[in-house]
């Protein structure tokens, strides 16, 4: 059999397994909450790993390993800024608000939960958030059925549409049928892909090198700043510490990030965040070391012995088919779309929730409950994902370039509030509305000038001009409230010690 038919057979094992995920999920989905957040049941590894696949996409397979592979362990400074910015998020976020979510009248959403907190009458801060969620977020899928059609494109030579119509059809099914269960349980199964595809590929290419030593002569002999932080600046010039800040600041971005805290909300209890963020953080750590050695052993081999590639995000897929049998390289190719899929069924998921939890509740008094709140969900993940497949359809690189902002513009937008809401009393609807525009406007600006201190990552001034003004505006606006501080008082007792 030649190699494009082993891949294909190892593609094909993928997919079916992860819509066999799917259909095992629907039995076990009964209510909305079951659809939304699988009823709070997930155990520490199962929120742990899927936080992880959901949050890292391609870029732990491509992106971070093409920066490395093109400009030395500098990028590195990425890596190590979320790796920090999830311990905080797993230490700081996870327990108080798994705990302060069912509290709050047992709310699923991170919208519903900011609204019950800050006892929001008017249902603002829901429709202000959901609203927030549901187009990023829209345009974030769109982004990802765009990364599926590309990878077909680029692995097999397949049709752009064909590939795209593929990754959504399967994800969309899988999301659609098995709700939040199905796509935690895929993302176990697609972050250990993943896991394993990033140790395998460095240890293999570090033995087909010769050894670690003789690893480091040949970057050495190439480049000897490939492996320096610095780029072997003693003196570092000003750009260069802005870049290192900026890249460590994406580290902030976590505390916003709906399709990752989310996971937090349904773990089985409070004190099981421990375990979780333990499992999580080793993952986080296993796994960007791996991109980080995947793309030096691609020095070594594709610069000091064949050539350059013409395209470094391209270097785990060279390695994985140099090293490996074709069949097995296969499935390196599948922890790829493992990345993908995990972040489009999340964000799909997260997108769904939403619109039928927040805003259709703002406008509404009908709850929906049983077989009616599932089908809700179902017919909002399908309206969602034909919007997000027919921006996808023309492969705008606007929306691309709109991915640039999300991370930043969730991460500056939700992840001041979610803390005030969990660590601060006095936090208000008001203070909590217009710290999310602020963060939100920032990002947008700053990420479209250039030049001096606005090569700064908008993530920073966006984040803390809205602490600044949620803080300003809530100090501004509070009366004491005897419910929201016997809450507090709950959550600070459930969580001491986690």
Do not use: C
């Amino acid at each position: 059999m030649s190699t494009t038919t082993f891949q294909a057979i190892a593609m094909i094992i993928y997919l079916v397994a992860m819509v066999m995920i799917g259909l095992f999920a629907y039995n076990r989905t009964k209510s909305l909450d079951d659809y939304m957040l699988g009823g709070r049941g997930l155990g520490p590894a199962v929120a742990a790993l899927s936080a992880g696949a959901a949050d890292m996409s391609g870029w732990l397979l491509m992106g971070l390993p093409g920066a490395l592979y093109a400009t030395g362990l500098l990028e590195g400074w990425i890596a190590v800024g979320l790796t920090v910015g999830a311990w905080l998020n797993w230490k700081f976020t996870a327990p108080r608000l798994r705990a302060y979510s069912q509290i709050a009248k047992d709310s699923i959403t991170i919208p519903s939960f900011l609204g019950e907190r800050l006892r929001d009458t008017s249902k603002t801060v829901r429709i202000v958030a959901g609203i927030v969620i549901t187009v990023f977020f829209t345009f974030y899928v769109s982004s990802g059925m765009v990364a599926g059609g590309s990878f077909f494109e680029s692995s097999f030579g397949m049709n752009y549409h064909l590939g795209m119509v593929i990754v959504a059809a399967v994800t969309v099914l899988y999301t659609l049928v098995g709700g939040f269960l199905a796509v935690s349980w895929t993302d176990v199964v697609q972050g250990l892909i993943m896991l394993i595809a990033l140790v395998a590929v460095p240890v293999v290419g570090i033995l087909h090198v010769g050894g670690i030593g003789p690893l480091i002569e040949q970057v050495n002999a190439i480049d000897p700043t490939i492996l320096s932080f610095t780029h072997g600046d003693h003196a570092l010039s000003g750009a260069a510490i802005l870049g290192i800040v900026s890249a460590l600041a994406w580290g902030l971005g976590y505390f916003g990030q709906p399709h990752i805290i989310v996971r937090f909300m349904a773990l089985r209890s409070v004190a099981e965040a421990k375990q979780g963020r333990r499992i999580g953080i080793g993952w986080m750590i296993l796994s960007v070391i791996g991109a980080g050695l995947t793309a030096i052993v691609g020095v070594a081999v594709y610069q000091h012995d064949t050539g350059r590639l013409a395209n470094p995000e391209g270097v785990f897929i060279a390695l994985g088919q140099m090293l490996f049998h074709p069949l097995l390289a296969g499935f390196m190719l599948a922890a790829i779309l493992a990345a993908i899929m995990s972040t489009i069924s999340s964000q799909l998921l997260v997108t769904s929730s939403a619109l039928v939890e927040d805003i259709y509740h703002a406008f509404t008094k009908r709850e929906l409950s049983g077989a009616d709140g599932v089908l809700a969900g179902r017919i909002a993940v399908g309206a969602v994902s034909v919007v997000a497949a027919l921006l996808a359809w023309p492969r705008s690189d606007t929306i691309l370039g709109l991915v640039a902002f999300a991370w930043a513009g969730f991460g500056a937008s939700f992840g001041p509030i979610v803390i005030l809401a969990l660590y601060w009393r006095r936090l208000t609807a008001k203070g909590a509305i217009a710290g999310m525009i602020t963060g939100a406007v920032v990002v947008g600006i700053w990420g479209n000038v250039s030049g001096g201190i606005f090569d700064l990552y908008e993530i920073v001034p966006g984040f803390l001009l809205n602490l600044l003004v949620a803080i300003a505006i809530s100090s501004a606006t509070h009366s004491p409230h005897a419910e929201i501080e016997a809450e507090m008082d709950q959550v600070v007792a459930q969580t001491k010690g986690i």
